[in-house]
């Protein structure tokens, strides 16, 4: 069981955001989010939206950072992956 947060690049609302997923099951996604007080309106099909200042309290409660090639790479490898054809 691995969470994983890459870099805040995303640019939005006046802030940087990051991504965070996992890369066994939506189940321990959805777990780590609750834990770590993250908003279901945050969650985007196969992944948490998560503002900058909220990485440091994310790692610190267990995500790995990556950068983000390895992170859509892992949840690509999951099976988790929503491909953008699918997506709203």
């Not at 503002?51 to 490898?77: F, M, N, S, T």
């Amino acid at each position: 069981m691995t969470i994983l947060v890459d870099d805040p690049l995303w640019p939005a609302h006046g802030r940087l955001w990051a991504h965070l997923v996992s890369d066994e099951s939506l189940d321990e996604l959805h777990a780590f989010a609750r834990r770590h007080d993250l908003p279901p309106r945050s969650f985007d099909l196969d992944h948490y939206d998560v503002p900058e200042e909220a990485l440091p309290r994310l790692v610190d409660g267990g995500a790995q950072p990556v950068g983000g090639k390895e992170l859509v790479r892992r949840l690509i490898a999951s099976g988790l992956r929503i491909p953008a054809r699918d997506r709203r």
